[in-house]
């Protein structure tokens, strides 16, 4: 059954997986100190950090596509509870733990995250007919604010309690628990797709050689690019400023501020991409990324807070648009699809950041970060590449059937 604009706010089930979102990324992003506190507390090199993160997201994002495949047949419910409830306890352990043990259990901690992003993606992209793109894009600002508040709250809990004060994060994760557990439901289709969802994938697989030179490779550059500019300047811009002796406080306010201009970017690109297609938008966050990745390591005070906050918005106006992308190339494996690209998305990230990590040891992070800013020009080609409609978000291009209103709360 068709649902109004705002309907998919008072579901259930789009509740319970927002709000998980909400926590998992409070728990991703307060990492990032972590790991800036734990290298230097052990002597890590910029290198030994890239590879600390590089496995992280290993486990965060190859198996995505393993769990999405899951969601398919099983339905979201227990993935989401026990990716949260894995969470929960490793990030547990890395408080308390030695500084070993509590890098190997940041490690394992990733595991719970790729359980928890395509289930949920799935559930939020169904909860819409009309406006697919915009409920998609405030579920990803659930995780965005996440990823705003996780940095600001661990650098206050650690710079007051050192790393135990930590403990608080997962400890009011419980919340997200509780919620999958009370709200989230098996009702999902994820079993067998419709008939003209079937007839769609033949379609898909007869034109797949064209698909993937017109599609898929110039969508892999986007993502590829603009996910490594922005996991470099969420994982490595803390230790830099670290390093240069700033409080945690003020590193987690920096990293927060990404996050934040992310969720908005990301809740403007949806709007505009109902609107308008998914093209423009892609184009104009590529490029308007470019000069804030530059200019906020020189800049100084106010200037830049406001330049990593641009950095943010402009990253992530094309998030949720290149989520849907990916979904339309796989109908009736909308958790498959979105672990694929979410999978990518940080594996591709993780990896990028490792290689900044290699050349910072040997040019200076600073100098290396600010390299970034070139990347997004090669990004915006390969969007230029993107056949006509390949963007398109709106309801002509939706392929699979719309989610029933669950029981309100």
């Known amino acids: 059954m068709t649902v109004s604009q705002r309907a998919f706010l008072r579901q259930r089930d789009y509740l319970a997986v927002s709000i998980t979102h909400f926590f998992v990324d409070i728990l991703n992003s307060g990492r990032t100190l972590l790991v800036a506190l734990l290298a230097i507390s052990v002597g890590l090199t ?11 997201n290993v486990g965060s994002s190859l198996s995505q596509p393993l769990f999405g495949w899951l969601a398919d047949r099983a339905g979201a419910r227990w993935l989401t509870i026990g990716g949260m409830g894995w969470m929960i306890l490793f990030y547990s352990i890395a ?33 819409s007919q009309t406006h697919r793109t915009q409920a998609t894009a405030l579920f990803f600002m659930a995780g965005q ?4 508040s996780g940095p600001v709250l661990a650098g206050v809990l650690l710079e007051q309690y050192g790393r135990p004060g930590y403990l608080v994060l997962p400890v009011t994760a419980f919340i997200a ?33 064209v698909m993937a030179l ?14 490594t500019v922005s996991v470099t300047a969420i994982n490595f811009s803390p230790k830099l400023f670290t390093e240069l002796g700033y409080a945690p406080g003020y590193v987690g306010w920096l990293a927060g501020l990404f996050m934040a201009g992310s969720a908005i970017g990301g809740i403007v690109g949806g709007s505009l991409a ?5 093209k423009p938008v892609i184009l104009m966050g590529i490029l308007g990324t470019i000069l804030p990745i530059y200019f906020y390591i020189p800049a100084a005070g106010a200037v830049r807070f406001a330049l990593i906050l641009l950095a943010g918005f402009f990253g992530g106006m094309p998030h949720s648009v290149l989520i849907l992308m990916a979904q339309s190339l796989l109908p009736g494996r909308q958790a498959l699809a979105s672990g694929l690209a979410l999978g990518f998305m940080f594996f591709s990230g993780s990896v990028g950041s490792f290689f900044v990590g290699v ?17 997004p020009f090669a990004a915006a080609v390969a969007a230029l590449l993107l056949p006509k409609g390949a963007a398109d978000t709106s309801n002509k291009q939706r392929l699979v059937e719309p989610m029933s209103t669950s029981a309100r709360p």
Do not use: C, E
């Open 214 to 227: 017109s599609r898929v490779l110039p969508l892999a550059v986007i993502i590829l690019i603009g996910s």
């Open 145 to 148: 604010l996440g990823l705003f």
């Open 359 to 375: 050349f910072a040891d040997r040019l200076g992070l600073a100098m290396v970060l600010q390299g970034t800013a070139l990347l």
């Open 95 to 127: 408080s308390l733990g030695t500084d070993w043990l509590a890098l190997i259990a940041l490690t394992m901690a990733g595991l719970g995250s790729g359980a928890t992003h395509p289930t949920g993606t799935m559930v939020a992209s169904q909860s």
């Open 177 to 209: 628990f509780a919620s999958s557990w009370q709200w989230l439901s098996q009702k999902h289709d994820h079993g067998h797709p419709k008939p003209q969802q079937a007839a769609a994938r033949a379609d898909g697989i007869s034109s797949g050689a």
């Open 46 to 56: 910029n290198t030994q950090v890239g590879i600390a993160l590089l496995l992280y």
């Open 274 to 278: 109902d609107r308008y297609g998914g």
